[in-house]
């Protein structure tokens, strides 16, 4: 009896040990070498993580500042939510290269009742066939080379008002804020090439509408990044950040697009005259369609695109930052000057088809958004479990690119933090050159791979023309002399501390029809 219960015991003891064993084993060979793969990783704080280190109001600048310390690829925790922050135009080109399908999505939570930040925005879709779909329309009746050529008009009759506007501020001397004339100017071209011609009306009072939901939406986005991180620490006490404004926001932009939709559906446009609402509309009839959209679905792509990082915000900070430094140079001001009046000459306004005639101005732009990216930090999500430069990157792992710090990196770029437009006049002609650099993933202003940004040839033609036109057509009075370049603090995307405030001095140029 003795025996057997000893037997029994042996049995029982090297069983335990048994599992042990292998439990050493598991997390030994399996799970530990992936937890010491991970990126490197700066000391952090118990409980909070890195948080502290993000508290800087100038994040990118903060993570810049961690990555020339630390490396180009690290692995941060806040609260418990794991971030990789990607810094270098390698770590960026293996992503963009090897793992694009797998960091197709943004991994930001959708909130599935608001028309806003739903699950069906571009924002916040998955990679799938909607979003194929989606960008296929947007791309073949909106953004496409061939589409923002039907609506070349549109641009053109903007930026003629856009000098008149200017030329009334010249003639009483008054002072212009050149970030938000641009705005309003980005918004209102995005807005006519969305909804089409019946809504060219100068005091249209919906544009207007449009526009400030826009800059309320802009202010959501940058709580709902925060929420974003903070969410899971929060949702522990059952607190949802900032859903109440989110939902206010979106029933009224709801509340436009259905009066809009309406209109649409009451009165078509003649098949030439169609507008993206139009095309919208026959696709969701079009019960053939190789994707069944839905009446949300069509209002939400338009809040994407009047939204989304998109037109109205980013190509007004730009033109803003580019007349700033043009303001602060004023010798490569004179010489874009100089190619403008060779090119376009005395008599007429410069147009979207002077810019293949124009490397200057194409150079200034390019070297601008490489100073001033209006995005200069995007995320991504793993779906699954990969390796980047051999480090174990786990699943749903928010992946965060930091544009800034990428295209300032000392290793790419000859005095990175200088203004030299110059830089991108090396491939003069052929362009090369700038072909190589987007290829190795230097110049990101506009993201990389399936999820980069389809509005990147209207931006160039909308802050090209702009730009052109102001240096054309007027000299700039600043008080001081010189523009303060300080980015804004607390900004999701890059913003001037000091809105750029100067007097246009109407140039002896005359346009024709113009008095
Ligand atoms: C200076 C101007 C602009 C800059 C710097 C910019 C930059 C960006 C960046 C960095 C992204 C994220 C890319 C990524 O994740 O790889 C993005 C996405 C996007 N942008 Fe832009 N953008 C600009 C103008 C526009 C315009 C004019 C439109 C359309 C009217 C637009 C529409 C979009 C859309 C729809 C996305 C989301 C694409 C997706 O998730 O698949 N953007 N943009």
Redesign the pocket.
């Known amino acids: 009896m003795t025996t057997t219960m000893e037997v029994d015991f042996q049995n029982s003891l090297i069983f335990v040990l048994l599992c042990l064993l292998s439990l050493l084993c598991y997390s030994l060979y399996v799970r530990r070498p992936q937890r010491f793969d991970l990126p490197p990783s700066p000391p952090s704080l118990p409980l909070i993580g890195h948080f502290h280190l993000i508290l800087s109001l100038l994040i990118h600048k903060s993570f810049q500042k961690l990555s020339s310390k630390h490396g180009p690829l690290l692995y941060l925790r806040i609260f418990n939510v794991p971030i990789v922050l990607v810094s270098s135009s390698s770590v960026a080109s293996e992503i963009f290269k090897t793992h694009d399908l797998n960091v197709s999505f943004?991994g930001l939570p959708p909130l599935d009742e608001s028309l806003l930040f739903g699950s069906s925005t571009?924002?916040m879709a998955p990679h799938g066939d909607y979003?194929k779909f989606m960008?296929k329309l947007?791309v073949t009746n909106?953004?496409g080379s061939q589409a923002l050529e039907r609506s070349r008009c549109i641009r053109a009759d903007e930026l003629e008002r856009f000098y008149a506007n200017l030329l009334g501020k010249a003639i009483n001397k008054e002072m212009v804020d050149i970030g938000k004339e641009a705005m309003k100017v980005s918004n209102k071209i995005?807005f006519k090439m969305l909804m089409g011609s019946r809504y060219c009306l100068e005091d249209d009072g919906e544009a207007e509408r449009a526009r400030g939901l826009v800059i309320e939406s802009f202010s959501l986005l940058k709580k709902l990044a925060l929420a974003t991180l903070l969410r899971r620490p929060l949702e522990k006490f059952g607190i949802s950040l900032f859903r109440k404004d989110i939902l206010s926001v979106s029933r009224r932009f709801d509340e436009l697009l259905e009066r809009i939709l309406e209109e649409h559906e009451e009165k078509p446009s003649e098949h030439q005259d169609a507008d993206m609402m139009d095309v919208l509309l026959e696709a969701f009839r079009d019960g053939n369609a190789e994707y069944k959209i839905t009446r949300n679905h069509i209002k939400t792509f338009f809040i994407?695109?009047e939204l989304?990082?998109?037109?109205t915000d980013?190509?007004g900070q730009?033109t803003q930052w580019a007349m700033a430094e043009l303001v602060n140079n004023p010798n490569i001001l004179e010489r874009l000057r100089k190619e403008i009046e060779s090119v376009v000459g005395k008599t007429s306004l410069i147009q979207e088809t002077d810019l293949p005639s124009l490397p200057y101005l194409q150079a200034v732009v390019k070297e601008v958004?490489r100073l001033h990216?209006?995005?200069p930090l995007?995320a991504?999500t793993s779906r699954e479990q990969c390796r980047i430069r051999g480090f174990y990157i786990p699943e749903n792992t928010t992946l965060l690119?930091n544009?800034y710090a990428v295209m300032r990196d000392p290793g790419s770029w000859e005095d990175p933090d200088e203004f030299n437009p110059e830089r991108f006049l090396a491939s003069l002609g052929t362009g090369e050159e700038d072909e190589r650099r987007e290829q190795a993933h230097k110049y990101i202003?506009?993201?990389?791979?399936?999820?980069?940004?389809?509005?990147?040839n209207?931006?160039y033609i909308?802050?090209g023309t702009a730009v052109g036109m102001m240096v054309q057509c007027f000299d700039w009075k600043i008080k001081g002399g010189q523009v303060k370049l300080e980015e804004a603090a607390g900004e999701l995307n890059l913003t001037m501390a000091h809105p750029l405030k100067c007097t246009p001095v109407a140039r002896p140029i005359k346009p024709l029809g113009f008095k």
């Open positions: 943004r571009f924002l979003l960008k947007l909106l953004l995005i994407a695109s989304f990082i998109a037109g980013s190509m730009t958004l990216p209006p995005a995007f991504r690119v544009v202003p506009f993201g990389g791979g399936r999820r980069g940004c389809p509005g990147a209207l931006a909308f802050i």
